[in-house]
C-alpha cells in the first residue's frame, strides 16, 4: 500500500485519521474540539439537494437562450451535458464513500494530488458555487417580478429583479444558518411541489405536440445552425448538472453515506436529464426556436400560456420561482461546505471552520458563502455568471476524475470505498477529457474570469499556506 508520499504528491493525507465523536446511532455530531457536522440528511434529501439545484435553470432559464443558439437540437446540448456528468458522477460517488467528508471534489483532489491542487480547487469552487448562487438569485428575482407583473401588480421602472435577488440571498443564508435540517426540510417540500408541476406540465404539453390534445406540431430542422452550436450550447447550459457535486459537497451531512452518496449523485442527474430533453422538444414544438429565443429567461412561462392560457403561465412562474429557490438554497449550503471544509485544512482562516453548537452549522462558513454572492447579484449577467460557474466545475470534474485513477493506483491503506467504479480508468479517462474540452468552448470572457480565479487561488496558496500538511482522510 502507498503512503501519502509514494502517492506521487506533497503533503497528501495518510498521516492519521481525523476523530469524531458519535451519537447512539452512529451518526456523527457535532463536537466543539473536532468541528464535526451532524448527519442529518438522508437519501431523499439528497436527492433534493441534486435534483433541486440542477432543475431550476435547466427547465426555467436555459430552453429560451439554448433555443436561440442550437436550435431543436438544444436537447442534444442537454444530452452531451448529462453524460458528461455521469462520467464524473460515478469516479465522484467512489471518491465520496471513501472521504465522505464536507467539501467535496476539494476534499478528494487535495488527498489524492497535493495540497496545491486541493487548494486551487477549493478556493475556486468556494467562488465557482458563489457565481453559480449569484445566477440562481438573480433568475428567482427575473420569475419573481414575472409574477407580480402577471398577477397585475405594476412593478415597471423599479429595481424589484435585484432587490428581491438580494433579499432573499440574505433569507436562506438566514434559513441555512439556523440547522441543516431546516434547509433540508425546505429543499424537500420545494422539490416535491416542483416536480408535480413539472410533470403535469410537460406530460400535457407533450400530448398537445403529438396532437392528442391539438393540431399535431411539425418540427423544424433539428440542426438549423450546425454542429458546432451544439457544443458551444452543451458548455453554456452545463451549469444545470452542477447539482450532483452540490450532493458530494455536503457529504458530511448525509446519513449512510456509503450507500446515499451514489444513488443520490447517479439518481438526480439521470431524473433532470430526462426532464431537460423533454422540456427541449416541447418548448421547440410550441414555438421554433427562433420565436422562442425572443422570450429570454421566461420563455417557458409564454410555453405554457399557449398551452393552457394565463393559468399555465401562472403555474410554470411559481415552478420557476421554487425552481431557482432551490437550485439557490442548494447553492448556499454547498458553499458553506466548501468553506468549512478548505478552512479545516487551514488553507483558509481556520475561523472558518468553527461550527454553532447550538444549531450544529458552520455559521462563519455561511457569512462566507452569502456575503459575496449579494455582491455578484448586482452584476446581473446570467450568461457570465453561468459559464464562470461551469469552468470552475469543470475544471474540478477534470480533477476528481484523475483523483480516482490516482487513488485505485496507490491505494493508501485508508482508501476503502463502498462504491467502485467499473473500468476506473476508460470512465474516469473519458470524464477528465470530456470536462476539460468542454471548456474550449465557453465564452472567452468567462475563461479568463476563470483562469483568473484560479491563478489568485494559486498564489493565495503559496502566501498563506503554503506550508499546510493535511489531515488522513477519515
Known sequence: MG?????????????????????????TTVTEEGSELER????????SIGIGTMIGAGIFVFPGLAAGDAGPAAAASFAIGAVIALLVALPASELATAMPKSGGGYYYISRALG????????????????FATAFYLVSFGSYAAALLSEAGVNVAGLPIVGTLALLFGVVLTVVNLVGTENAAKLQNYVVGLLLTILVVFLSYGGL????????ESTPEQFLPFGVMPVFTTAALVFTSYLGFAQVATVAGDIKDPGRNLPLAMVGSVLTVAVLYVATIFVATSAFGSGRLATFGETAMVEVARAFVGDAGAMAILLGGLL???????????????????VSK??????????????????????????????????????????????????????????????????EPEWYDPDFQVPAHRAVAGTGAVASFGLIAFMQRESQIIGVAIMIAAAGWYKYYAGDVRLKGAL
Request: aromatic share 4%; charged share 15%.
Open 208 to 215: 398537445d405536440v403529438l396532437g392528442v390534445f391539438g393540431s
Open 3 to 27: 503512503t501519502s508520499d509514494e502517492a506521487g504528491g506533497q503533503n497528501r493525507a495518510g498521516d492519521e485519521p481525523e476523530e469524531a465523536s458519535t451519537s447512539g446511532d452512529g451518526e
Open 323 to 341: 425552481a431557482t429557490v432551490s437550485s439557490a438554497n442548494a447553492s448556499v449550503l454547498s458553499t458553506s461546505r466548501a468553506v468549512f471544509a
Open 40 to 47: 442529518s440528511i438522508g437519501l431523499t434529501g439528497g436527492l
Open 345 to 410: 485544512d487551514a488553507l483558509l482562516p481556520t475561523m472558518a471552520s468553527r461550527v454553532n453548537l447550538q444549531y450544529g452549522t458552520p455559521h462563519i462558513a455561511l457569512s462566507m458563502a452569502g456575503g459575496p454572492v449579494l455582491v455578484l447579484v448586482a452584476f446581473g449577467r446570467v450568461e457570465v455568471l453561468a459559464e464562470v460557474a461551469s469552468f470552475l466545475h469543470l475544471v474540478m470534474y477534470g480533477l476528481m476524475c484523475v483523483a480516482l485513477i490516482a487513488m485505485r493506483r496507490d
Open 115 to 130: 495540497t496545491l491542487p486541493g487548494a486551487v480547487v477549493g478556493i475556486s469552487i468556494w467562488l465557482g458555487l458563489v
